[in-house]
């Protein structure tokens, strides 16, 4: 059945090109395109926010860690320069030890030196005084047996020739300390030297592991200074993330808010040129039959099955719109289309369909049929209606899924497209 409608299609409203309605219209379009790209992108912004809320969170937990790792580094810093300045001060005390070992040893030599040349010279003078008595006593002895005039006379003398003198023998005492105290201050020497060894062993040990300190110290530095760049790196990179979203955000929310205020006033400039059009009346007479609405079905073939079949112009359509469905809300007024004189009102216009319409002519063979109207007689047959009179309210009675009106014009029997006879 093509004079009845059930549901609605894309909405679309009644428009001619090249006029003010139109340009608003395409204006009204552009500007809702804009504002929805527009707050695409804040959204997306939105989104971008959060994601560098949560990358900030990361950061911050970074710059937390680096805050942690620096805490750490310092200590061990100061650990490290508390162990350099031990192994400093026990360089010092070896060194100084070195030193008094060096000076010790030095004088022990020189000691040494000079108790060698002492006892040298005792030694020799000893040995002088040996050689001087034995050569006397050889010559003495040949004397003394010739001169003697008895064996105990010879062995006296003799005896008195070889008898070492106390000069002597103080001498060999002394020859024989000296021998003593070198002998010691040898051994203390050689003791000594292995000291100063043992001592310069350990200087070098320690100045070894005074070296790896004073490495481990640089690298500490090198170390903290790399994590206050890194944590300063980090900080500035955030301040410029959020920074650049929040501008970005506030420049993309103050064009959305200027898109919106541009919109709003496009859709008022469109809804009173709507208006306006609705009202007016088209060369043929006729003018829209609601001051305001959305279409929600077009004129035409569909592919909705419930939809009857209609030929139309030679061709035939397995389902076919013969109307214009329109919906304001329930209880909208209904209003003639054209002058004419109403021929069917009430129900039910068709023996299959339990809705309520109005059907008028407007001579000529042209009728406007007002289908889906609330139960509410406003009109009768044979009343004469001028254009824009109240014929009914906007239903749901009849084959209806909603309020609306299934707006028809039948032109000597043809189902025609109300927009040919609309302004």
Request: hydrophobic share 40%; glycine share 8%.
């Amino acid at each position: 059945m093509v004079a009845t409608s059930l549901v609605g299609s894309t909405p679309s409203g009644p428009v001619r090109g090249g006029d003010p309605l139109t340009e608003a219209q395409n204006q009204q379009r552009q500007l809702q395109e804009q504002l929805a790209s527009q707050q695409a992108a804040l959204d997306s912004l939105r989104a971008l926010s959060a994601t560098l809320d949560q990358r900030l969170a990361a950061a911050q937990a970074e710059l937390a860690s680096l805050s942690t790792e620096y805490e750490r580094v310092a200590g061990l810093l100061g650990q490290v320069e508390l162990q350099i300045a031990e192994v400093q001060a026990r360089l010092e005390i070896i060194r100084a030890r070195i030193e008094s070992l060096d000076r010790m040893l030095a004088t022990l030599a020189s000691e040494i030196a000079r108790q060698t040349r002492k006892l040298t010279a005792r030694e020799s003078l000893l040995e002088d005084h040996y050689r001087d008595a034995y050569e006397r006593s050889q010559t003495s002895l040949l004397e003394v047996l010739l001169a003697a005039d008895s064996f105990e006379v010879v062995a006296t003398q003799v005896g008195y020739l070889l008898t070492i003198s106390e000069q002597d023998a103080a001498l060999a005492d002394e020859i024989r300390e000296l021998r003593g105290t070198l002998k010691e201050n040898q051994t203390m020497l050689a003791q000594g030297l292995v000291e100063q060894q043992e001592a310069r062993d350990l200087q070098e040990a320690e100045e070894a592991r005074l070296a790896q300190r004073q490495a481990e110290l640089a690298s500490l530095k090198q170390r903290l200074g790399e994590l206050v760049i890194a944590a300063e790196r980090k900080r500035q990179q955030q301040a410029a993330a959020l920074n650049a979203a929040l501008v970005a955000q506030g420049d993309v929310e103050r064009q959305v808010q200027a898109t919106k205020e541009a919109a709003a006033a496009a859709n008022s400039l469109v809804a009173r040129l709507l208006a306006e059009s609705r009202q007016r009346v088209s060369q043929r007479g006729f003018r829209w039959p609601m001051d305001n609405f959305i279409i929600t079905q077009e004129w035409g073939p569909t592919n909705f099955l419930l939809e009857d079949g209609y030929t139309y112009r030679g061709v035939y359509y397995p389902h076919f719109h013969g109307g214009i469905d329109m919906a304001n809300g329930c209880g909208s007024r209904i209003r003639a289309a054209a002058t004419g004189v109403v021929v069917a009102s009430g129900q039910p216009l068709w023996p299959w369909d339990s809705g309520y319409g109005v059907v008028i002519d407007h001579g000529g063979g042209v009728l406007s049929w007002y289908w889906h109207l609330r139960a509410q007689v406003v009109v009768s047959p044979g009343q004469g209606v001028a254009v824009g009179d109240t014929i009914g309210y906007e239903g749901n009675t009849g084959m209806s899924t909603g309020c609306h009106l299934h707006f028809a014009i039948n032109d000597n029997g043809v189902w025609e497209n109300p927009r040919f006879f609309l302004p």
